[in-house]
């Protein structure tokens, strides 16, 4: 993958100065931070990879090019040249900024010169005004647009050394500007997609993919990967409707473990805020069988899960009433005997009706028809099945419903079937 280091120039007449970063400082004093900043960071560059200077008009005239302050001015051009990098330098222009128009065609300038999949490195020392946050907010765009990876955002932050009119009087070698790290900004903006998308869509992919990239040890890091990794494992076998390994999941341990994140000290801060998120995404969900039917359920309607629900609630409400009378509930005959059960008591279709082949099948139909959960959600069921068969046909049935109205009757028959399981049946 390529590489590339991203700057905007700015029009100030720079004072030389050296720079240092974790330790290291620079040898000589140089005019532009870009000079140190692409010494320190940009040393593997190579043929594939770019030096990219975004220039307004007068960035151009006072610091890109020689002579640009009304007086001998070496500018950055000419110095960079002078590293003899292995890599493309290029300088593109941008408009001032002045207005909106102008702001949106510095994004586009901007994020158009992405390569796909690029590793960028961000210096941010002279962008003015409005430019850190918009850089910011483009790399952001740009991870998704463009799947870039930011290897890191940097500020040389001159003014620690204090007012410029005190700053001359320093003696060239003894300026010393720190260069700031503010990679965070960027790992903020990871923090905050994920929260968002799993708060909202129950998505822990984003999540997922940040605890790997931590900086915590391999046994500090066990806990929070345990419980991202049993979240996603939870939420895919609700994507996939996998009933009875949500019946048999661990939903105790899990909270336990959740509970306990709050209990480590170096966890990453957005991180620590996710933890009561993480906790009610889960908080009702239990293995009685009951109160499970009706929490995934709602569940399911809170993300937009609704076929997923409609098809669980029918499954869960057969394994209810198989335990209600003690049958196998992962048998195929039992569960399709349920369902014609169901429709049996719906109809009321005398026996002699019934389009069963075996007196054995015919005694568990009459086990299961008295089923007490049976004889007061038969009708509810029923609702259940109409939906389930308006959503699989795709809505192109008559009298197919919109999606306002299946939402109502989804609302309303979740609210149906709490009416009965919450009840002491």
């Known amino acids: 993958m390529s590489k590339s280091f991203i700057s905007i120039l700015g029009t100030n007449n720079y004072l030389e100065c050296r720079h240092k970063f974790?330790?290291?400082?620079?040898?000589?004093?140089?005019?532009?931070?870009?000079?140190?900043?692409?010494?320190?960071?940009?040393?593997?560059?190579?043929?594939?990879?770019?030096?990219?200077?975004?220039?307004?008009?007068?960035?151009?005239k006072k610091n890109w090019k020689n002579d640009g302050h009304g007086g001998p001015n070496e500018g950055l051009e000419s110095r960079l040249k002078k590293l003899e990098?292995?890599?493309?330098?290029?300088?593109?222009?941008?408009?001032?900024?002045?207005?909106?128009?102008?702001?949106?065609?510095?994004?586009?300038?901007?994020l158009n010169t992405f390569q796909k999949d690029e590793n960028v490195i961000i210096d941010i020392t002279h962008s003015f005004r409005f430019l850190p946050m918009l850089l910011t907010t483009l790399l952001n765009y740009a991870k998704y647009q463009k799947n870039i990876s930011i290897n890191g955002i940097y500020y040389a932050a001159f003014e620690v050394l204090g007012p410029i009119n005190e700053v001359i009087k320093i003696p060239v070698e003894q300026r010393v500007v720190p260069i700031f790290d503010l990679t965070s900004l960027s790992e903020l903006q990871d923090w905050t997609t994920a929260a968002f998308d799993f708060i909202n869509n129950a998505n822990?992919?984003?999540?997922?993919?940040?605890?790997k990239k931590n900086r915590f040890t391999?046994?500090?890091?066990?806990?929070?990967?345990?419980?991202?990794?049993d979240l996603d494992k939870l939420i895919t076998k609700i994507a996939l409707?996998?009933?009875?390994?949500?019946?048999?999941?661990?939903f105790e341990e899990l909270k336990k473990n959740i509970l306990t994140l709050k209990k480590i000290n170096n966890l990453h801060p957005p991180f620590t805020y996710l933890i009561d998120e993480l906790y009610n995404k889960i908080q009702n969900l239990n293995n009685n069988l009951n109160d499970l039917t009706i929490e995934?359920?709602?569940?399911?309607?809170?993300?937009?899960?609704?076929?997923?629900?409609?098809?669980?609630?029918?499954?869960?409400?057969?394994?209810?009433?198989?335990?209600?009378?003690?049958?196998?509930?992962?048998?195929?005959?039992?569960?399709?005997?349920?369902?014609?059960?169901?429709n049996i008591r719906a109809r009321n279709i005398p026996e002699n009706n019934w389009e069963l082949l075996s007196k054995e099948k015919s005694e568990?139909?009459?086990?299961?028809?008295?089923?007490?959960?049976?004889?007061?959600?038969?009708?509810?069921?029923?609702?259940?099945?109409?939906?389930?068969?308006?959503?699989?046909?795709?809505?192109?049935?008559?009298?197919?419903?919109?999606?306002?109205?299946?939402?109502?009757?989804?609302?309303?028959?979740?609210d149906d079937y709490k009416a009965v399981l919450k009840s002491n049946l």
């Not at 822990?204 to 605890?211: A, D, G, Q, R």
């Not at 391999?218 to 990794?229: A, G, T």
């Not at 409707?241 to 661990?250: S, T, W």
Request: proline share 2%; aromatic share 10%.
């Open 296 to 342: 995934i359920a709602e569940w399911c309607f809170k993300h937009n899960y609704f076929q997923q629900l409609i098809t669980l609630l029918q499954e869960f409400t057969i394994t209810l009433i198989l335990k209600e009378v003690d049958y196998d509930i992962t048998d195929l005959q039992n569960r399709e005997i349920v369902s014609q059960a169901f």
């Open 85 to 110: 990098l292995k890599c493309r330098i290029k300088d593109i222009d941008i408009p001032d900024g002045n207005n909106e128009i102008e702001i949106w065609q510095i994004f586009e300038i901007i």
């Open 364 to 414: 568990i139909t009459n086990t299961i028809l008295k089923s007490e959960i049976l004889n007061k959600l038969y009708s509810v069921y029923q609702t259940l099945k109409d939906l389930r068969n308006d959503i699989n046909h795709g809505g192109f049935l008559q009298n197919a419903r919109n999606v306002d109205r299946l939402k109502s009757k989804i609302q309303k028959t979740i």
């Open 204 to 211: 822990v992919s984003t999540l997922k993919s940040i605890i």
């Open 218 to 229: 391999e046994q500090e890091n066990f806990l929070p990967r345990k419980v991202v990794d």
């Open 22 to 60: 974790n330790g290291n400082e620079s040898d000589s004093p140089v005019k532009y931070a870009q000079e140190d900043l692409i010494k320190f960071f940009c040393s593997d560059f190579g043929e594939n990879d770019e030096i990219r200077i975004f220039l307004t008009n007068q960035a151009r």
């Open 241 to 250: 409707c996998r009933g009875q390994e949500i019946l048999e999941f661990n």
